[in-house]
Structure formats: structure tokens, C-alpha cells
């Protein structure tokens, strides 16, 4: 149909084309209600840009694409921003409840009303890069101690980015796993509270907040649209982000919604293969993926809850078409706008632009 990528072959699963009940239960409009309220009273809040690209509409012969350009979003280049920093603003407004005896609003905690508590609270966890980042941008924000674990194959640039926004970085030798284990053990030892965006059996509240966070992005788009889209395409790591999303593309449009499309790089294909199955699974990373944010072999358990009801469709896309995918946001067609985006942040794009040169995916979602 096109030629703007090379031949491409996507992996599909179909999920299910109604949804369930994991967008209410699971995240509250009440979770989101509250997220939404706070983050919208910190400096520098305002909403990012829902981006047009007529030409490239016209190209695949969709009506319409709309690009979420996460990029200005507090200075940070992070969606992450959102959720991150919102959980550690939660684990703070808590501890310092239990510490001073009495509710502690979040108000208190961004106006600083406790400043001393706070910075005898230090936030940990484990990051490959992206999450760590804005978990050091909400401490050094909310004034609280940041301890950031890295494994040996995460880059030195992010190791000082998250060093410049006044995290103590511990890098170890092993790998992913063994520097969650370690913040965990670390936090446990020392009576730090570790901030992941992963769920795991008895742990939930921050990877609830950090969705919730997310929540912020949901209700711009929304806001912004008229009707609801026929499809959103969302990227997926641990599926924090696609989650959050989900949830309130359903809470917003109900039984309107649009089809929701999660996609992940085949190389870290975790989320793909857990509704292939049937039930969350892990997915062993041979490979590293271009898409470095998405490079995740297990679900957040949270996240998993509610995409196994909420998804319509896991798709996974090869990396030839992630180098293409930057170009056209990079160099766009004809007059549609220069978008700055990442390999991570493309994948959506991707997708729906290698979905309209396959003739079975297109013709389903026609
Ligand atoms: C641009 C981008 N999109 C998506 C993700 C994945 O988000 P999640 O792990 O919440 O699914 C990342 C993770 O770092 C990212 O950098």
C-alpha cells in the first residue's frame, strides 16, 4: 500500500472486543480524579501537544492520525514525569502522615510544608534508565534522598542524568533482575521505600499511582477530541503506561471506546505473549530491541490485570521498521510537522503504518 517502510511482518493477537471491568476496578476514576487534580497544580504544568499529520493520514489513507508528543512535558522529555514523580509525591504524603501522626495532604508535600520529614524519607528503585529518571526529578522536586540501582549495561549519560537531578546512582555488575533484588533487599535492610512502576504480589500502591499519573495524559487527549478514535496504538514495556492509558480511555468513552492496540518490540515481546497464552508470562530476552524504554521481559502483574480485559489487540512489530519510523516523525511528509521522538516512542506509529501495508490486519480493522 505503501512505500514508506521496508516489508515488515507484524505478530497479532486478538483480544477482546468488549471490554471488561479492570478499567473501574482495578484503577478507580477516583485514582485518576485525584492524580489528575495534584499534578495539575505543579509548576510548570500545561498540557502537552496533540499533534496532527494530515500528509501521512492521507499516505496510509486513514482518516486521521493524532500524535501524543510527550517530549515538553515538565522539561523532562519523559512521559514518565507523570507517573513516577506522582508516586513518590504518594509514598512521601504517607510516610510523612505516619511520621507526624496526622493526614498530610499532597498539597503539604509539593508547598513543602515538610520539608524535614521529607528529607529523611529516601525513595529507591531499580531502572534501566527511564523510570529512575523521573523518580530522581519528583524527589529532588518533593525534596526527598533519591538511591538509584543500575545494572552494568545501562549507559553512563543516564547514569549522570539521573545524577544531575541529585539521585545517589549505585551501579552494580549483574543485570537487571539482581539490581531490583538489590534495592529491595537494600530498602528492606535500611527502611527506604522503593518507587517501581512494576507491581509484584503485595506491592501495588505506587505502581497504582504511577498509572494514575498517566491518567493526566488520557484526559488531555480526550479533552482535546470531539468523538472518540476508532483505534489508539500504545506502546508497551511492563505495560504501565499502555495500562494506565487504557483505563481511562475506558472510564472517558464507555461503550464507544475506541479499539485499544498494545505494541511491543518482537524482541521483548512480554505482554504479546501473555495474551498468546492466556495468563502473564515472562518473556526471555535474547536479543536487545532498538527500543530500549520497551525492552521488558516481565509484566507489571497491575498493569497485566487490566490489559488481559481492557486490549483489543497485542501486536509486535521488527526492528527494520523503528530507524524508518524515526525518519518520518524526523522528516515528515510534505507540510505535516517535525515531531522529535525516540525509538521507544515510535512504536505505536509504526505499527499502525506497517498494519496498513498488511492486507488480513488492515482488512480486520476496517
Ligand atoms: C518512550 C517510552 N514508551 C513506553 C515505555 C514503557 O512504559 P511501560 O514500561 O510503563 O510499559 C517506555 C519506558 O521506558 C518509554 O521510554
Redesign the pocket.
Known amino acids: 500500500m505503501t512505500d514508506l517502510f521496508p516489508p515488515a511482518k507484524l505478530g497479532h493477537v486478538a483480544a477482546n472486543m468488549v471490554a471488561g471491568d479492570a478499567a473501574h476496578r482495578v484503577l478507580s476514576e477516583q485514582d485518576f480524579a485525584q492524580a489528575r487534580a495534584e499534578i495539575m497544580q505543579w509548576d510548570g504544568y500545561c498540557a502537552t501537544p496533540l499533534v496532527s499529520l494530515p500528509a501521512l493520514a492521507a499516505k496510509i489513507g486513514v482518516g486521521e492520525i493524532l500524535y501524543k508528543d510527550?517530549g515538553p512535558r515538565f522539561g523532562l522529555g519523559?512521559?514518565?514525569a507523570l507517573?513516577g514523580s506522582y508516586a513518590a509525591q504518594r509514598v512521601l504524603q504517607r510516610e510523612v502522615s505516619k511520621a507526624v501522626g496526622q493526614d498530610v495532604s499532597l498539597e503539604d508535600i509539593r508547598l513543602g510544608a515538610y520539608k524535614d520529614e521529607c528529607a529523611k524519607i529516601t525513595l529507591v528503585s531499580a531502572t534501566?534508565?527511564?523510570?529512575g529518571r523521573s523518580l530522581a526529578w519528583g524527589c529532588q522536586r518533593f525534596g526527598a534522598p533519591c538511591r538509584i540501582y543500575i545494572h552494568a549495561e545501562v549507559s553512563e549519560g543516564r547514569a549522570q542524568a539521573m545524577r544531575d537531578l541529585g539521585a545517589n546512582v549505585v551501579r552494580i555488575t549483574g543485570d537487571y533482575d539482581a539490581s531490583v533484588l538489590l534495592a529491595k533487599k537494600e530498602a528492606e535492610d535500611n527502611g527506604w521505600f522503593v518507587v517501581s512502576?512494576?507491581s509484584w504480589p503485595g506491592y501495588s500502591e505506587p505502581p497504582r499511582d504511577?498509572?494514575s499519573g498517566?491518567g493526566v495524559m488520557t484526559q488531555e487527549i480526550c479533552e482535546a477530541l470531539t468523538q472518540a478514535p476508532t483505534h489508539v496504538f500504545l506502546?508497551?514495556?511492563?505495560?504501565?503506561?499502555?495500562?494506565?492509558v487504557v483505563a481511562g480511555i475506558r472510564q472517558y468513552w464507555g461503550e464507544n471506546g475506541p479499539r485499544v492496540v498494545i505494541v511491543e518490540p518482537k524482541l521483548a515481546a512480554c505482554?504479546f505473549e501473555s495474551a498468546r497464552v492466556g495468563k502473564a508470562v515472562n518473556f526471555a530476552i535474547v536479543d536487545e530491541t532498538l527500543?530500549?524504554?520497551?525492552s521488558?521481559g516481565e509484566p507489571?502483574g497491575m498493569?497485566w490485570e487490566i490489559l488481559v480485559q481492557e486490549a483489543s489487540d497485542f501486536l509486535t512489530i521488527p526492528e527494520n521498521i523503528v530507524a524508518p519510523a524515526v525518519r518520518l516523525m524526523a522528516r515528515p511528509l510534505d507540510s505535516d510537522p517535525v515531531v522529535e521522538a525516540?525509538e521507544?516512542?515510535i512504536?505505536g506509529l509504526a505499527a499502525l503504518v506497517a498494519a496498513r501495508m498488511e492486507d488480513d490486519l488492515s482488512g480486520q480493522w476496517a
Do not use: I, P, R
Open positions: 510527550e519523559s512521559f514518565k507517573g534501566d534508565g527511564n523510570h512502576d512494576t504511577v498509572m498517566y506502546q508497551g514495556g511492563v505495560g504501565g503506561l499502555a495500562a494506565g505482554l527500543m530500549a524504554g520497551l521488558c507489571s498493569a525516540g521507544s516512542a512504536a
